[in-house]
């Protein structure tokens, strides 16, 4: 009886939450709108609405200027914030998790398909009184409210930064990790929220 109330008792450890991106376009080119008119219809918002689409749009791979050829292209790409674009052999292997979270949008690249992965999971779970903002007023860093942040494995975005970010708890971090090891996928990557840490000056 006292081990059960001990059990009943344990704390709850509160899931940590990660940024999930695609890879850095220092390694892999990006994607690119075929047409401006495009993303300006709002067919690739990112606010975290279910989308319809009612033709293919087109992408293309990105090509530095003064460059012939691009970078190599990764499994998942970038293309817009808030949103991952990837390849048939990445949905493949993620799909099956994350097609609980947000809806998979055929685009047209080259005459392959590429998809555009849509989180319209919603959660509610910044806490704007403690999280840094821009002079603009925009979220910088956030802070998360402890009891709202998922403890089973997830992927979600918050209304205040849909447009901008997905997030991932510690468990859906671990079961996507297991997914892209296992897949040999390139183009993923959990980072912490907020901006990247300031490099140190380099000494005199």
Same mark, same amino acid.
């Given at each position: 009886m006292k081990a059960a109330m001990t059990t009943s008792h344990a704390k709850t450890v509160t899931p940590e939450v990660w =940024?999930?991106? #695609?890879?850095?376009?220092?390694?892999? %080119? $990006?994607?690119? /709108? %075929?047409?401006? =008119?495009?993303? =300006? #219809?709002?067919? /690739?918002? %990112? #606010?975290?609405?279910?989308?319809?689409? $009612?033709?293919? $749009?087109?992408? =293309?791979? /990105?090509?530095? $200027?003064?460059?012939k050829k691009p970078k190599s292209l990764a499994d998942v790409s970038a293309l817009t914030p808030g949103a991952l674009a990837m390849n048939d052999e990445a949905k493949a292997a993620l799909e099956p998790f994350l097609s609980a979270f947000g809806q998979f949008l055929a685009m047209d690249c080259g005459g392959q398909t590429r998809w555009f992965y849509n989180v319209t999971n919603l959660i509610p779970c910044i806490d704007e009184s403690r999280s840094t903002r821009r002079p603009s007023g925009s979220i910088v860093k956030e802070a998360f409210f402890e009891h709202a942040v998922p403890v089973e494995p997830a992927v979600f975005k918050d209304p205040l930064t849909a447009a901008a970010s997905i997030y991932v708890n510690d468990a859906g971090k671990a079961a996507l990790e297991k997914i892209v090891a296992e897949a040999a996928i390139a183009g993923v990557a959990f980072v912490e929220p907020g901006p990247l840490p300031k490099k140190p000056r380099p000494r005199s």
């Open positions: =940024e999930l991106r #695609s890879g850095s376009v220092n390694d892999y %080119a $990006p994607l690119v /709108f %075929a047409h401006e =008119e495009d993303m =300006e #219809s709002g067919m /690739f918002d %990112a #606010s975290g609405i279910r989308l319809t689409w $009612p033709t293919r $749009p087109r992408v =293309e791979v /990105f090509v530095e $200027p003064g460059k």
